[in-house]
Antibody, heavy 120, light 107 residues
Framework: EVQLVQSGAEVKKPGESLSISCQAS????????ISWVRQLPGKGLEWMGR????????HYSPSFRGHVTISIAKSISTAYLQWNFLRTSDTAMYYC?????????????WGQGAPVTVSS | DIHMTQSPSSLSASVGDRVTITCRAS??????LAWYQQTPGKAPKLLLY???SLESGVPSRFSGSGSGTDYTVTITSLQPEDFATYYC?????????FGQGTKLEIK
């Protein structure tokens, strides 16, 4: 069974750093990109960026480039989304998703979401 | 970036109704268009891909069509579980972009 299991809820202060994780199972990790999607409270979905597990190549949306870092640990089939300096505006739900590197297809599996609250 | 515009932003309908949601891309996306359904507190669920292909397990009352820049999803005979928010997404070119969402509410 394909699963993307995300780390739990986080509460942080502005200026702090944070890394959230997404552990994949039930499929060949290197056959699927991992992307991250943000959903601000009560708002729509925003694609943040993706990583290719074969070579760790990343592509970021201009809206997020320079503020977040996407990485992977291939040996444990886990992807990460990291901030070095959180802002209150980073308060949101974050989803990891997978989509095929072999075919042009959309994300078919989503993690359960990780709520992040940034507040002083 | 390709901008995706959905309409309407919200829609009221009754169980049994037929509804259509439209998504327009700012440039051609060669049918690389997906539709997702999100219910409150849940992760989005893939309904359709390649504009008109039904994801496995999705009821046949959902259908998609369109080409070029204009796409639609139609739900025939609305069921209570269909009242949710729907998003289109283009996966033609990076960065992948979503429409702003359409909230389907019970009339």
């Amino acid at each position: 069974e394909v699963q993307l299991v995300q780390s739990g809820a986080e509460v942080k202060k502005p200026g702090e750093s944070l890394s959230i994780s997404c552990q994949a199972s039930g499929y060949t990790f290197t056959n699927y990109y991992i992307s991250w999607v943000r959903q601000l409270p009560g708002k729509g979905l925003e694609w943040m960026g993706r990583i290719d597990p074969r070579d760790s190549y990343t592509h970021y949306s201009p809206s997020f480039r320079g503020h977040v870092t996407i990485s992977i640990a291939k040996s444990i089939s886990t992807a990460y989304l990291q901030w070095n300096f959180l802002r209150t505006s980073d308060t949101a739900m974050y989803y990891c998703v997978r989509h095929s590197v072999l075919e042009k297809l959309p994300a078919d599996y989503w993690g359960q979401g990780a709520p992040v609250t940034v507040s002083s | 970036d390709i901008h995706m515009t959905q309409s309407p932003s919200s829609l009221s309908a009754s169980v049994g109704d037929r509804v259509t949601i439209t998504c327009r891309a700012s440039q051609g996306i060669s049918d690389s268009l997906a539709w997702y359904q999100q219910t409150p507190g849940k992760a989005p669920k893939l309904l359709l891909y390649a504009a008109s292909s039904l994801e496995s397990g999705v009821p046949s009352r959902f259908s998609g069509s369109g080409s070029g820049t204009d796409y639609t999803v139609t739900i025939t005979s609305l069921q209570p579980e269909d009242f949710a928010t729907y998003y289109c997404q283009q996966y033609y070119s990076l960065p992948y972009t979503f429409g702003q969402g359409t909230k389907l509410e019970i009339k």
